[in-house]
Each structure stands twice: as structure tokens, then as C-alpha cells.
């Protein structure tokens, strides 16, 4: 099975990493120790290499669950972590960008990673209060003492990752080399203006929710409640549950699977694999099971005429 998995670069520089990628966001929160130390080695074992946290996952429980799950195998994985998304107790005027913020937060991270080293170090939004100037120059200031390899940003508008990758590039001889975004056949915002301009950038796109909160497994039936347990089960997610028009999507997504042998898994995470731009596709997984299911899917990708008729179906205004 490894050997299906296949890997491509992070953008024009960056490191190659596997198709899929795990996210760890329920690290620390819904899963325990023993689970995500199991959801881990399963990945590892099927030649995932890229796992995804951040330091405000599960309390900060995630870096360390992560951590204590890569031991003796550290070699084997790209490690992506992130910094900066406001946390509980700071107030909106924090400067979550600052130099002196960004020097606390990485080594805090490879405290709780027990790592030497942050192979790809993300900011996990902007910070409208510090000069971007001072931001990438405290990251340039990291990768030139070893603490992290690549560099990278999440939940950035277009502008700002023009921005960003041009005061990196011509003040502090520092490439962005990734961009992580939200990106699902149910949610294609990104395709109007940050998805040509991370092309143009030689940026990769390492997408997240791409099974748009579960929807698109297919877990989810029109005038069902959810099942007990999922992301969407209670009373808050009860009008997302309602929406006719998007089970009108997905029903007709369904068809379009089952016309090519392949599930609605497979098809949120294939069609995103094929576009070019996508270097790796960050999805969360409860079980060993759910791991293997993310690597199957990657065995079918979208082609230029799959989009053509995935555009008919997904863009409600035609």
C-alpha cells in the first residue's frame, strides 16, 4: 500500500511530502494519547510522511501527542506545525506576529514536539498589528539557526501571500514555500484569487477540511439527523443539515462516483488532487482505519475533463 502513496514537492522548494497528509487538530481534544500515537503509526506504516498540528490544538496537547507518537521514527516524517491563531486569554490587540512572540512560540513548539527541528513552520493567520517585515524577518531568523526548515502560511487572502512571499524574497532572502487553506468540492472560495496567485508564487496548496466537515464522506443523508458521534451531530450544525441545495450537490457528486467506481471520499480528495497546484491533502483521522481510507482515496485524481463536469455540478449560480 506505501508504495501507491505518492509524493510530490511543496511548492517549487520545499520538501517532497505524500499526497495525503494527516491532520491532528482532534489530537488532544477528541482523541487520546493511545489513538493518535495508533492513527500515527498506521499513516507512517502506509507511507504518509506529512503530519500537520498547530500549537493551539487540544490545549498544545497536540504537538506533544505528536511528539510522543513519532519517537523512534522522527526520521521518517515532515512535521508541520503552526503559530500565531489567537489563543484563549490574549486580546485581538496581541501582536501574534511580533519577533519576540514568534521566538517564544517556536521553541515552545519543539518543546512539546521534543524535536530538534520544525521541518515546515506555518503562520496560522495574519496579524494585522506587526509590519509583515518584522514577521518573516524573525522566521528568517529561525531557519538561519536551525530550529525550522521551511516556512509557510495559513488562511491568507490572496494579497497578503503576495505580500508576504515578496518582502520574504527581497528583504530576507526567505521563500514561502506552502500555503494551507480550507478547499473542498463544497467549498471553492480559494479558486478566484489565492489559488492562481500561490500558482504563479511556485507555492504549494496544502488543503484542510477537504471533506468539508465530513459532508463528503457521504455519513450525511437528506432529512437524517447525524449520526451520534460526528463533527455535525447537536442542535448547532441542525441548519447545515437542512441546506436542500447543497444535498442536491451531493446527491448528484454521488452519481458522479458511482459512475467512475470510486467513492465520495474518493472523489473530495481526488478531484482535489487534481489540480496541479495541490501538493498535499491534509485530512484528520480518528482510527487506523480512517488513515487507510484517506490512502485509498488518493488512488484516483480528477482529471482536466472530471473538473469540466465537476464545475457543472458544484457552481450553483449556472
Known amino acids: 500500500m506505501s508504495e501507491q502513496l505518492r509524493r ?33 503509526a498506521a499513516a507512517l506504516d502506509l507511507g504518509v510522511n506529512l503530519f500537520d498540528t498547530a500549537d493551539i490544538y487540544g490545549g498544545g496537547d497536540s504537538e506533544r501527542f505528536l511528539g510522543v507518537a513519532l519517537k523512534g521514527r522522527r526520521e521518517q516524517a515532515i512535521v508541520a506545525t503552526k503559530f500565531g491563531m489567537r489563543k484563549p ?25 521534543q524535536v530538534d527541528v520544525i521541518d515546515l513552520y506555518q503562520m496560522h493567520e495574519p496579524d494585522p498589528n506587526t509590519p509583515m517585515e518584522e514577521t518573516l524577518g524573525a522566521l528568517a ?19 497578503q501571500a503576495v505580500d ?58 437528506r432529512g437524517e439527523a447525524a449520526p451520534a458521534g460526528t463533527r455535525l451531530a447537536g442542535a448547532s450544525h441542525a441548519d447545515r443539515l437542512r441546506d436542500q441545495a447543497q ?29 496541479p497546484v495541490v501538493s498535499s491533502v491534509i485530512a484528520g483521522a480518528m482510527t487506523p482505519d480512517q488513515v487507510r481510507a484517506n490512502v485509498a482515496a488518493a488512488s484516483w485524481q480528477a482529471t482536466a475533463a472530471d473538473w469540466q463536469e465537476l464545475d457543472q455540478i458544484t457552481t450553483t449560480d449556472h
Open 8 to 40: 510530490r514537492r511543496l511548492g517549487a522548494n520545499g520538501p517532497e511530502v505524500s499526497e495525503i497528509g494527516i491532520g491532528t487538530n482532534n489530537f488532544g481534544s477528541r482523541l487520546d494519547q493511545t489513538g493518535a500515537s495508533e492513527v500515527v
Open 247 to 275: 444535498f442536491d450537490i451531493l446527491e448528484a457528486l454521488e452519481k458522479f462516483a458511482s459512475a467512475r467506481g470510486i467513492s465520495l471520499l474518493g472523489l473530495a480528495i481526488g478531484s482535489l488532487l487534481g489540480r
Open 141 to 159: 531568523e529561525l531557519v538561519q539557526a536551525g530550529k525550522v526548515r521551511w516556512i509557510g502560511i495559513s488562511n491568507f487572502g490572496a494579497w
Open 164 to 221: 508576504a512571499h515578496w518582502i520574504g524574497r527581497s528583504q530576507h532572502q526567505l521563500e514561502i514555500v506552502a500555503a494551507q487553506d480550507e478547499y473542498s468540492l463544497l467549498n471553492r472560495r480559494i479558486e478566484v484569487e489565492l489559488l492562481p496567485a500561490i500558482e504563479h508564487l511556485g507555492m504549494g496548496l496544502l488543503p484542510y477540511y477537504p471533506l468539508a466537515s465530513g459532508l463528503l464522506t457521504g455519513k450525511y443523508r
Open 89 to 113: 486569554g490574549l486580546e485581538p490587540s496581541d501582536r501574534r506576529g511580533s519577533a519576540a512572540y514568534i521566538r517564544a512560540a517556536v521553541d515552545g513548539s519543539l518543546s512539546r514536539l
